[in-house]
């Protein structure tokens, strides 16, 4: 029991990934079909928009801010790519994907300097930029748009012979590691956990904490891609549904909601948790406002034991 304990004090993700694994097998007992070689596809395709949306929220939170406006993001470029650019011939991969995440990353940037360079607090920057891509969502694709037959459609199903969601999870993933091998995360993790002391050690804490948002943007746009080969439509209603849970994701999966503390590898896990939690609820009938109502408490749930068991000092990222 001791060794557990000590396990759970070091490893911010370790409560998460307990949680999802005895989730993934009830789910498991209930459904025994449901990690079946012809159904994966489409359950890692269900889960890439919870994964993404969560690995968006995170360096944000990560640098000692917040973006609540990663999901509203999301079901931006989602509408952006199907209601826009498909309609308009520019939707083959090699013009939309850069562009797409272009344009997300620009909006990860702008939300980043009005937190460092304007000085709002980022929750009012970013619930400003939550409400503006609410309503571009919403001048774009009023009703949804059902997209023509597309490339995106092979990240919801299979990708050569890589279930599809596996390779827009993975880029990420890969972004991620390569920003590791620099000096910027651990400069990242510094910020988020005292920025007078990282400022003192010559840390750019303004430039730091921009590219943190831009970074987020850049995640949100692939997971609007993910989205779009999901749901094969613009679903502009679906903006405040991932407005929060990408930041539950996040924390679930041990990521402080002060900075410094935190990484992909937890937000995968926390993510994980939400999806094989609603994917439980729904097998037994359970009626939908009550999956809200768990999400909620599993999330105080994980912030309680994350507050009880986590030694700030020791529980570093190793994500």
């Not at 990690?35 to 489409?42: C, G, M, V």
């Not at 640098?63 to 999301?74: E, F, K, M, T």
């Not at 993510?271 to 809200?292: E, I, K, N, W």
Request: glycine residues 12%; charged residues 5%; aromatic residues 8%.
């Amino acid at each position: 029991m001791k060794h557990v304990i000590n396990f759970l004090q070091t490893r911010s993700w370790a409560f998460a990934g307990l949680l999802a694994a005895i989730l993934l097998i009830i789910n498991l007992i209930v459904s025994p079909s449901f990690l079946s070689p012809e159904r994966l596809p489409a359950t890692l395709a269900t889960l890439a928009p919870f994964v993404l949306v969560g690995f968006a929220a995170t360096p944000p939170i990560l640098s000692g801010g917040i973006d609540v406006s990663v999901g509203p993001l999301a079901t931006f470029i989602n509408c952006f790519f199907v209601a826009v650019l498909l309609p308009q011939g520019l939707g083959e991969w090699y013009i939309a994907i850069p562009l797409v995440l272009l344009v997300a990353a620009a909006i990860g940037t702008v939300t980043g300097l009005l937190v460092t360079v304007v000085r709002l607090h980022p929750v009012v920057a970013s619930t400003g930029m939550l409400f503006i891509l609410v309503g571009l969502s919403i001048t774009i694709s009023k009703s949804p748009v059902g997209a023509p037959e597309n490339w995106s459609i092979g990240l919801a199903q299979r990708f050569g012979f890589l279930p599809g969601a596996l390779v827009s999870i993975g880029v990420v993933a890969l972004i991620w590691f390569a920003l590791r091998r620099t000096t910027y995360v651990r400069n990242l993790l510094a910020t988020g956990e005292s920025d007078s002391s990282a400022f003192g050690s010559g840390v750019n804490i303004s430039l730091v904490r921009t590219l943190a948002y831009t970074v987020g943007g850049l995640f949100a746009g692939v997971a609007g891609i993910a989205l779009s080969a999901l749901l094969q439509s613009s679903q502009s209603s679906l903006a405040t549904t991932y407005a929060l849970l990408g930041l539950a994701a996040a924390v679930l999966g041990g990521t402080a909601l002060g900075g410094g503390r935190g990484g992909l590898l937890g937000t995968f896990l926390g993510a994980l948790v939400l999806y094989l939690l609603q994917q439980l609820l729904t097998a037994f009938g359970v009626d939908p406002a009550m999956v809200q109502f768990a999400y909620g408490a599993v999330l105080v749930v994980g912030v309680l034991v994350g507050a009880t068991l986590l030694n700030p000092r020791r529980a570093r990222s190793r994500s």
